[in-house]
């Protein structure tokens, strides 16, 4: 079994929906991050977490919010979405005792297409 | 100027080819350099990390951290097909432990 689940992996929707990304984590880990990845772009960080009461923006906040509901979940939402929100978003978690380089553990990734 | 720079490629060789990805960068607080793997349509995997200078290898993989120059490489020898992948280089330090990641190079090894 997967250990960072994301749903759904694909999804098309209209200009101006709200619509949630959800990720789920078996790996018991603490630290939770938001990324999207766009051609030529790289892997950008949107929102991430340290614990179940900490929330933080990433650098490209704008038009998103999300909700930490435990520690094992962390939902990414997009109030009103806009076609430039069309990307590849990936969840990934983080261990606070790994140490050294503070490895990511990535999901498998949500493909969002806004109309 | 982004923090960390990285040619997204593609970069094309023939299987068996000795293979050099490159990632340079201007925050001198890095302390931690690691490459990822990203296979199409999946997350991307730690496939090494370094701290500080130096080298280190693991298999066919060598990873290379020149502070002075501000320059990191990543070796593969006698690349295979199956090393057909999206390489990203991601690095921290300076009391962030939120790596910034490079575009990441997209290589194609055909037979």
């Known amino acids: 079994d997967a250990d960072v689940t994301q749903t759904p992996r694909n999804r098309i929707t209209k200009t101006g929906k709200r619509i949630m990304l959800e990720c789920s984590q078996t790996k018991g880990h603490d630290r939770m991050y938001w990324y999207r990845q766009d051609p030529g772009l790289g892997l950008r960080l949107i929102y991430y977490s340290f614990d179940v009461k900490d929330i933080n923006k990433g650098e490209i906040s704008d038009g998103y919010s999300v909700s930490r509901q435990a520690q094992a979940k962390f939902s990414l939402s997009l109030e009103s979405a806009i076609p430039n929100q069309t990307a590849l978003y990936f969840c990934?978690?983080?261990?606070?005792?790994?140490?050294?380089?503070?490895?990511?553990?990535f999901g498998p990734g949500t493909r969002l297409t806004v109309l | 100027q982004k923090e960390v720079e990285q040619d997204p490629g593609p970069l094309s060789v023939p299987e068996g080819a000795i293979v050099s990805l490159n990632c340079t960068y201007s925050?001198?607080?890095?302390?931690?350099f690691m490459w990822y793997r990203q296979y199409s349509r999946k997350g991307p995997e730690l496939l090494m990390y370094t701290y500080s200078s130096g080298n280190k290898e693991d298999g066919r993989f060598t990873a290379q951290v020149d502070k002075s120059s501000k320059y990191i490489s990543l070796f593969i020898r006698d690349s295979q097909p199956s090393d057909s992948a999206t390489y990203l280089c991601a690095m921290s330090g300076g009391g962030s432990y939120i790596p910034t990641f490079g575009r990441g190079t997209s290589l194609i090894v055909h037979p």
């Open positions: 990934a978690t983080s261990d606070m005792s790994s140490g050294v380089g503070n490895e990511q553990f």
């Open positions: 925050n001198s607080a890095f302390q931690y």
